[in-house]
Structures are given as C-alpha cells and as structure tokens.
C-alpha cells in the first residue's frame, strides 16, 4: 500500500513536471535549394514551373557557354527543360532541352520569419526589375508588400545577392520568384537562399523555423505534418 502512494506520488510529479514544462520547440527543414528534386515548400502558379527545378548544369548541356554555377543539383533556371533523368524519360526530353522563355509564372515559398540581419541567394537570368510592366525577379513580401527585390543580369550564370533584413526582424515573409516576361531573356534563375546572422554567418533553416507548439508558428500544421 505504501509503494502504491509513492508510485502514485512519483507519477504525480512527473505528470505536474511535464506540465510546467517548456512548451516542447519543434523544428523543420526548408526546401531552400530545391534539394528535394521538387517544389516541396513552394506553390506555384502559371506554367513556368510546371518542369523545375532543373537538374545540373543544363545551359552547359546545351553549349550555352554560361555555366549555371548551381548549388548541388538541383535549382530553378527557368528557361531550362530538364527536371533530371527519371522526370525527363515520360517527357521525352534529354539534358540541353529548352522550354524558353514563353512560359510565365510565380512561385511563393512558405511563410518564415526574419530572424537574421541579411539574407543571401543565387540570383540569375533576365534583368527585369519588379518595377517594370514585365518583371523576371525575385521578391521578398511582407504583409503582401514586396519589400526587397532583385534580378539576375541577363546571364544564365547565377551569382550570390545579398538584402540587409535588419530593419525587417520579427516579420514573417515569404519569397516570390516571378517570371511576368515571354520576350528575351524573360526567365530567373534561383537557387540557396539562406538568412544571415550579423557576422554574415548562415543561419540553419532548422533554427529560423524552430516554432512553439502553441499556435505562435511560422509554419501551418499542415506543412508541419510532412515532416513530423
Ligand atoms: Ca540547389
Ligand atoms: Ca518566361
């Protein structure tokens, strides 16, 4: 009898410990550089992304002399046609396959939070600003604001671009990479998108998107549940 009122006791305790807890952090990963060999994390809208990401470095496959300098193997060139081998087969398509740059599109990343002071991407293709009639660029949006904007420069090779988000910490954003532009040089290029922290080290995705399991989340559940 007396080890059951200490056995009760003790469960007591933990169910109370438990309670008093910190509310458990989860976290997750980003589809940041297109890894996954798909848009995971990403909706898109139109048909110009109906074939990323791209798989390597296809302006090279095609003898276009600008290589895409991608991070692994994977990224968004939208002028390219060539979504790997086993995606490529049922399409009838070989590494060099075009689709140009006709299509149009957006697409919109999940929703995280600033947490860094910079942020930093590969950025290439065509030069057409946001404030144009027909932007190829990638956004940042706040609040359905586009807050930072930048363009590639009329090359397929991909160069690293940096935004300072200091002013911007705390807000959630979601990037946009918008392809508006059928003429030449109508597509971007995208790749690796991290946060900085303020000595311009890369801050894990994991750690940007650690969220509270009382609702404060930066992600929906539905999201969530993909990875947990
Ligand atoms: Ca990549
Ligand atoms: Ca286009």
Redesign the pocket.
Known sequence: MKYLLVLTMILSMLVIMLLLSDTPVLARAFNNDFETGDLTDWEKTGT?FDFQPTWGDNPTARNRGQPSKHQGDWWLG?FEKYPGAEKAKPLGVNPGAVQG????GTLTSMEFKIIGDSMNFLIGGGNHPWDGNVP?CVNLVINEKVERTSTGNATETMSRKEWDVSDLKGKIAQLVVV?N??GGW??PNFDDVHQADAGGDNIPWDRVLAVDARGKLAVSWAQMKKYY
């Open positions: 110009a939208l740059d006709a299509p149009q190829c392809d532009n059928s109508g597509h």
